[in-house]
């Protein structure tokens, strides 16, 4: 069994650049802890409101 010397020569980030899905998953995962860590940070450096 010989192995196509196309596939060996391809780089790593070739490899995973030419895969459209894999990085639409994983620039949504980015940005949905992104935005969650974001927004438990503000969250959490609210000042406390007084009550009326």
């Given amino acids: ?3 196509d010397d ?3 020569d391809v780089p790593l980030g070739q490899r995973l ?5 894999l990085l639409l998953a994983f620039g949504m995962a980015v940005m949905v ?3 969650t860590l974001w927004g438990l940070w503000e969250i959490t450096s609210l000042p406390t409101a007084p009550l009326p």
């Fill in 6 to 8: 196309d596939t060996r």
């Fill in 33 to 35: 802890v992104f935005f």
């Fill in 17 to 21: 650049f030419d895969r459209p899905f």
């Fill in 1 to 3: 069994m010989e192995v």
